[in-house]
């Protein structure tokens, strides 16, 4: 493989990476909107404890 592909490969990979962490972030937010709105809680309230459950589950890293 020539260095020109495993660019073009790298470049392909990071696009697919940005794409799917754009979809996760809108995934998340329309969950805490949903909750928050069923619940009567503020968005803000929601998001936080979310925020605080990944951390205690070592995924809070991501977030940051």
Not at 3 to 23: G, M, Q, S
């Amino acid at each position: 493989m020539s260095d020109d592909a495993v660019i073009r490969a790298v470049r392909a990979a990071a696009r697919l990476t940005v794409y799917w962490r754009k979809k996760q972030i809108a995934v998340l937010g329309g969950a805490i909107l949903l909750v928050a709105r069923q619940t009567g809680v503020q968005p803000m309230a929601v998001l936080h404890e979310v925020m605080e459950w990944l951390e205690k589950n070592g995924k809070g890293a991501e977030l940051r």
